[in-house]
């Protein structure tokens, strides 16, 4: 009976929407625990511990599985390694040593934007009206964003988040030569596993010029947060979620990592709500919605 089936199909997401919604939650936070550790750890330092850690909890996740890395595809885990793990987080740590959670988070919702704007570039089509007034849009509210939010945020650290923009657009393409020939879990852990070793020889560098960091127990359970709840957690649930709630609605729900990162920014940081911060926030997000009607 119709009655008894719309609860059953409700039911049916609402585990997935709780995974979805976790990831969110996790994903916005994590730019003010970022923020807060790269106070205490070297950046290159906690991004490698982030993700030996992710890689370790991966392989214990994914050890059944029988696929192996064939030797063609080897060149495609190290591009998605050096541009979704390594050089992202690499200006994504740095940035965020000098620019606020707020901003950094900010910045980043213009991937999207960056995005749609590159397809239509690799088509060799001219964008939408939309997309042209989205681009314009949201350049208006990084303009006044970048560079204002008292003394903590600073020009450098806001442009550094722009570096991890441009490199998660790269790996949003480069994804796609590998996609579907292996078990998403098992591709994450790939990834994770050769974005650690590529940032090994950074991290050792930091230690041979500063002296070895000395984290207290906070920051520690920062790291366990990042590498777990955030890489780990986030990778595996995002990829059960996305097959029950379909591409379309789950990415719909990106657009709240923004407001996460901010109001984690304010909540735990205790970062200014100032009105630069409210209207190029308020500006990047509709530019970024503009751009996909």
């Not at 020889?201 to 920051?219: C, I, N, Q």
């Not at 709840?229 to 059960?240: E, F, H, I, P, V």
């Not at 379309?248 to 709240?256: C, D, E, K, P, V």
């Amino acid at each position: 009976m119709p009655f008894h089936s719309h609860p059953t199909k409700r039911s049916n997401k609402t585990i997935p929407l709780c995974m979805a919604l976790f990831c969110i939650l996790a994903w916005g936070l994590s730019f003010a625990v970022t923020r807060s550790a790269v106070q205490q750890i070297p950046p290159l330092t906690l991004a490698a511990l982030r993700f030996s850690l992710a890689s370790a909890l991966l392989w214990l996740l994914t050890r059944q599985s029988a696929a192996k890395l064939r030797a063609e595809d080897r060149k495609w885990i190290v591009a998605l390694a050096l541009s979704g793990i390594t050089f992202y987080f690499a200006f994504e740590n740095f940035g965020l040593m000098l620019t606020t959670a707020s901003h950094g988070s900010l910045i980043i919702a213009t991937i999207p934007l960056g995005t749609e704007l590159v397809i239509a570039w690799r088509h060799r089509r001219w964008p939408k009206v939309t997309a042209w007034l989205g681009a314009l849009t949201a350049i208006g509210g990084v303009g006044l964003l970048v560079g204002r939010g008292g003394g903590e945020s600073s020009a450098a650290g806001d442009l550094l988040m722009f570096g991890a923009v441009g490199c998660w657009i790269a790996y949003t393409f480069l994804v796609q030569h590998i996609a579907g020939r292996y078990p998403p879990l098992v591709i994450t852990r790939w990834i994770m596993l050769f974005g650690a070793l590529t940032l090994a020889p950074g991290a050792l560098l930091e230690t041979a010029v500063h002296p070895l960091p000395r984290p207290d127990l906070a920051v520690w359970g920062q790291v366990l947060y990042l590498g777990t709840a955030c890489s780990a957690m986030a990778y595996d649930l995002w990829n059960r979620a996305v097959p029950a709630l379909g591409p379309t609605a789950i990415n719909r729900l990106i657009y709240f990592i923004p407001l996460v990162g901010v109001l984690g920014g304010i909540v735990f940081l205790a970062e200014p709500l100032t009105p630069a911060l409210f209207l190029g926030g308020g500006l990047i997000f509709s530019g970024v919605l503009l751009a996909k009607c």
